[in-house]
């Protein structure tokens, strides 16, 4: 019979997982897109835009008969998105006690995302700025390929000195449910993310959570 309480290494998602990032996200995609004369989104459409990379971001965000574009899009959208991460960006309800809670209990804890790595650590130094809450934060960068890819995850978990068995990923997309399945961990799927529950089952999810405490639960059921 597997002991409670064995993972030691909990790592994390950040948009949609950690944080509510998307209005954030919107504004500034839309600031890039207007500069170049294109239409902009609601909040909800660029929801279906996110999570996979800033390229795939772009690229499905510009009109397709001047897909061209979608780099000038991007430059753009970085440069502002850089001043504009925390306008709006905040913890969801009930994520600081959680990970405060599974740091009383000894559990390590990294933030390993899709979103660039400059804008990923800026963003959990603003928000998080207490000293050694999370042992590593990994965003994407030009050393390691984009999730699905489990690469920037082992790398993580391995500079951390834990094994698969000892870890978990939480995440709200499907995504990170491939993510973590290539990965060889198991995953908790985060229900009040970008995708809700009822997509997550749909995909696949064993576990899907609806708010951040219940991990404490899961982690004590597994």
Same mark, same amino acid.
């Given at each position: ?7 030691? *290494? ?25 500069? *170049? ?14 999570? @996979? ?68 650590? @800026? ?36 500079? *951390? ?19 973590? @399945? ?18 997550? @089952? ?21």
């Amino acid at each position: 019979m597997e002991q409670k309480n064995r993972f030691k *290494l909990v790592a994390f998602d950040l948009d949609g997982t950690i944080c509510n990032t998307l209005s954030d996200i919107a504004s500034s995609l839309n600031r890039a897109l207007k500069s *170049l004369g294109f239409s902009t989104y609601s909040d909800e459409g660029v929801s279906g835009l996110i999570g @996979k990379s800033i390229v795939y971001m772009c690229k499905n965000a510009v009109p397709q008969d001047r897909f061209e574009a979608w780099t000038d899009v991007r430059d753009g959208f970085l440069s502002d998105y850089a001043e504009h991460l925390c306008d709006t960006t905040v913890p969801y309800p009930e994520m600081p006690e959680m990970l405060h809670a599974l740091r009383r209990r000894g559990i390590t804890l990294a933030v390993v995302t899709n979103k660039p790595d400059p804008h990923a650590k @800026k963003m959990i130094r603003t928000l998080f700025p207490e000293d050694g809450l999370f042992a590593r934060v990994q965003g994407q960068c030009a050393d390691y390929p984009v999730k699905p890819d489990p690469t920037m995850l082992d790398v993580v978990r391995e500079s *951390l000195g834990f094994t698969r068995e000892e870890t978990l990923y939480l995440g709200d997309m499907d995504v990170d449910l491939q993510f973590a @399945k290539n990965a060889g961990l198991q995953c908790v799927g985060c229900g009040w993310g970008y995708r809700g529950e009822a997509f997550l @089952k749909e995909a696949g999810a064993e576990h899907v959570i609806s708010h951040p405490l219940e991990l404490l639960e899961i982690i004590d059921s597994l």
